[in-house]
T-cell receptor
C-alpha cells in the first residue's frame, strides 16, 4: 500500500528565505504527484501537478521536482513571504488506484516578517 | 465561476442523527470524491464516483453513504453508525481517474454535540 511521508511536520523561516519541503512515497508506480496549499479551516488549493513522465514543474516562485526512482518530491518556494504561511500537502496517485489520492500529513509553514 | 461548492460550512450533529453534506460542481467533471481530514493527519478517502449512478467505497467507508444521481452532485450522508464523525470533510472532483488534476471544495466542519 502506498505510504506518503512529509518531513518536517512544521517549519518556521524568516521572510525572504527559500523554503524546501519534502515528500517521500513508497510505491514508484504513480500517475502523478500533486502539491496543495491549505489555509486554516479552508479547502485545498492545487499548486502544482507533476506527471510521472516529468522531472519538474514551475509556477512563479514555486518549483516542484519529482524523482520517481527514489520516491521523492521536493517543493521549493523562492523568497518566502508572510502570505506563504500555510500547510502544504503532497498527494500521490498510483497507477492501480484510479484517481484516488494518497496524502501525506502535511508540513505547516510559518514565514515571519 | 467554475468550482466546487460544499455546504454547509459548519454542521452540528446530535448523537444518533444522520446528517447530509452537500457537494456540487460545475466543472463538468466525471469523477468526484469525499475525503475526511483529522488534525495532524493526511486526508483519507471515504467514497468516490467515476460516473453517474456508480460509486465505490474508499478506505474508511463504514458509517457513511453516498449517492450520485446527477453528474454535478455527490452528497455524503454521515449516519449514526459512524462512531467518531467529528472531522473536516472535503469534496473533490477531476475530469477522469488517471493522471488528472484534482480540485477541492472549501470543506464542511462537522461537530457532534
Amino acid at each position: 500500500k502506498q505510504e506518503v511521508t512529509q518531513i518536517p511536520a512544521a517549519l518556521s523561516v524568516p521572510e525572504g528565505e527559500n523554503l524546501v519541503l519534502n515528500c517521500s512515497f513508497t510505491d514508484s508506480a504513480i500517475y502523478n504527484l500533486q502539491w496543495f496549499r491549505q489555509d486554516p479551516g479552508k479547502g485545498l488549493t492545487s499548486l502544482l501537478l507533476i506527471q510521472s513522465s516529468q522531472r519538474e514543474q514551475t509556477s512563479g516562485r514555486l518549483n516542484a521536482s519529482l524523482d520517481k526512482s527514489s520516491g521523492r518530491s521536493t517543493l521549493y518556494i523562492a523568497a518566502s513571504q508572510p502570505g506563504d504561511s500555510a500547510t502544504y500537502l503532497c498527494a500521490v496517485m498510483t497507477t492501480d488506484s484510479w484517481g484516488k489520492l494518497q496524502f501525506g500529513a502535511g508540513t505547516q509553514v510559518v514565514v515571519t516578517p | 465561476d467554475g468550482g466546487i461548492t460544499q455546504s454547509p460550512k459548519y454542521l452540528f450533529r446530535k448523537e444518533g442523527q444522520n446528517v447530509t453534506l452537500s457537494c456540487e460542481q460545475n466543472l463538468n467533471h466525471d469523477a468526484m470524491y469525499w475525503y475526511r481530514q483529522d488534525p495532524g493527519q493526511g486526508l483519507r478517502l471515504i467514497y468516490y464516483s467515476q460516473i453517474v449512478n456508480d460509486f465505490q467505497k474508499g478506505d474508511i467507508a463504514e458509517g457513511y453513504s453516498v449517492s450520485r444521481e446527477k453528474k454535478e452532485s455527490f452528497p455524503l450522508t454521515v449516519t449514526s453508525a459512524q462512531k467518531n464523525p467529528t472531522a473536516f470533510y472535503l469534496c473533490a472532483s477531476s475530469t477522469e481517474g488517471g493522471g488528472t488534476e484534482a480540485f477541492f471544495g472549501q470543506g464542511t466542519r462537522l461537530t457532534v454535540v
